[in-house]
């Protein structure tokens, strides 16, 4: 396995559409174990393909808490079959967007049907903080972020602070009339 680097915004790659795998062979068991060590290494709870640059529709999550044993989900061609009526708020935040958080409202519970690490195809009913998530990770998928579904003017306000940040780290150490220590 090894460790990806994460892509944060604003980079085109995570407005894009990713592409359907179709089969899980090989390659994309291997996209899915490395995106899991990536996500566990950041810490995130999960992770899309968008993410870390390849614009394969995969997603990986992980939702137990550090005294209880990791529970991986590799999921690929992840579709919502169902989702409920009800509506449920929680403040999400992104490995794409560090240090951002806002309220984003959701359907509360979902169906979701996709394939596994073995290219079986399975469905899961979840509700909670893990069908938030993975309505935020399929999102991802179609080149949405959480501040997609914010208003526009807490959005730009994030994005032109990453934006802010990104150039900040691309300057060089020092120059004629700055320097950073
Ligand atoms: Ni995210």
């Known amino acids: 396995m090894s460790k990806l680097p994460i892509i944060t915004a604003p980079d085109p790659r995570l407005k894009k559409r990713a592409a359907p795998v179709g089969t899980v062979d090989a390659e994309v068991r291997q996209l899915m174990?490395?995106?899991?060590?990536?996500?566990?290494?950041?810490?995130?709870?999960?992770?899309?393909?968008?993410?870390?640059?390849?614009?394969q529709r995969v997603i990986v999550l992980d939702l137990s808490r550090d005294d209880e044993p990791p529970r991986p989900l590799r999921m690929a061609d992840p579709e919502l079959v169902w989702v409920?009526?009800?509506?449920?708020?929680?403040?999400?935040?992104c490995?794409?967007?560090?240090?951002h958080y806002a309220e984003v409202v959701r359907p509360a519970a979902i169906l979701v049907r996709y394939l596994d690490e073995t290219g079986a195809q399975r469905e899961l009913e979840a509700d909670g903080l893990l069908?938030?998530?993975i309505?935020?990770?399929?999102?991802?998928?179609?080149?949405?972020?959480?501040?997609?579904?914010?208003?526009?003017l807490k959005r730009n306000m994030i994005l032109r602070k990453l934006?802010?940040?990104?150039?900040?780290?691309?300057?060089?150490?020092?120059?004629?009339?700055?320097?950073?220590?």
């Open 33 to 55: 174990d490395d995106m899991l060590e990536t996500m566990y290494a950041a810490p995130g709870i999960g992770l899309a393909a968008n993410q870390v640059g390849v614009l």
């Open 84 to 93: 409920a009526e009800e509506d449920a708020g929680y403040e999400e935040g």
């Open 95 to 99: 490995l794409s967007l560090p240090e």
């Open 131 to 133: 069908a938030t998530c």
């Open 135 to 152: 309505q935020h990770e399929i999102d991802h998928l179609d080149g949405v972020l959480f501040v997609d579904h914010i208003s526009a």
């Open 163 to 181: 934006l802010k940040s990104k150039k900040a780290a691309e300057l060089p150490a020092y120059s004629e009339t700055s320097f950073a220590a």
